[in-house]
């Protein structure tokens, strides 16, 4: 059977909707071929009964011609109908493949995220351990849990230890400090006042190192 331009392209991004119609031009196939068989059955011949008297003239008892023209209707329906079947089966091939390797496809892509995030996330020196209400540090969105790798001018490079954050501290009152988190797995980037307010302290917040 030869396949339509639409079916060759449709091969080349097969859609169940492909499928469906492949199948729809199956069933159109199959009533064909039931018709042809039922003008046979009506002429009482089958498709092998002879066309021919005892003495090989055509026989007047029929409509050769139409008999003739059902058989080889129906051979050629047949054929055209185990190409469909085929067709079919390989789309659905193709259609499972294709949808298994999306699926490991998927997997393998929100792997790769995971994996990229953890090798772009920098290492934290600190984290925040507790932040109280009404403070600076609860002004600019500091939260328990944060891990900080960047605080002023200290970094993951340089920190030796708390004192280096008290001394940006100290030296920074009533001046915006960039103070860079990790949160959820996520960069998280705010800007810090170091400044009096009614608590302790000039941030209001508990940091404590991470050994690593």
């Known amino acids: ?8 392209a449709a091969n080349s991004e097969l859609t169940m909707d492909d499928v ?3 199948i729809q031009k199956k069933d159109e196939i199959e009533e064909q071929i039931k018709a042809y068989y039922d003008v046979l059955e009506d002429q009482g011949v089958g498709v092998e009964g002879t066309l021919v008297d005892e003495e090989g003239f055509p026989r007047g008892d029929v409509n050769v011609y139409q008999i003739r023209t059902a058989r080889h209707n129906i051979s050629c329906l047949q054929n055209d109908h185990k190409d469909i079947m085929e067709e079919i089966e390989e789309a659905l091939h ?3 493949a294709r949808e298994k390797a999306k699926r490991a496809g998927d997997a393998a892509e929100a792997q790769d995220e995971a994996m990229e995030q953890q090798v772009t996330l920098p ?4 984290r925040v351990d507790a932040v109280t209400q009404g403070s600076p540090a609860c002004g600019a969105g ?9 605080f002023g001018s200290v970094n993951t490079g340089n920190f030796q230890n708390l004192q280096n954050i008290a001394a940006v501290v100290q030296h920074s009152e ?4 960039r103070v860079a988190v ?3 797995g996520q960069k998280a ?10 608590g302790r302290g000039l941030l209001g917040c508990n940091i404590v190192p991470i050994h690593r």
């Not at 500091?142 to 960047?150: A, C, H, K, P």
């Not at 009533?174 to 400090?177: A, E, N």
């Open 1 to 8: 059977m030869k396949m339509t331009g639409e079916n060759s």
């Open 20 to 22: 469906k119609n492949l």
């Open 94 to 96: 193709k259609l499972h």
């Open 123 to 126: 290492s934290p020196f600190a």
């Open 142 to 150: 500091l939260r328990v849990g944060d891990e900080v790798f960047e």
């Open 174 to 177: 009533g001046k915006p400090l």
């Open 182 to 184: 990790i949160r959820d």
């Open 189 to 198: 980037q705010m800007s810090l006042t170091p400044q009096r307010w009614s």
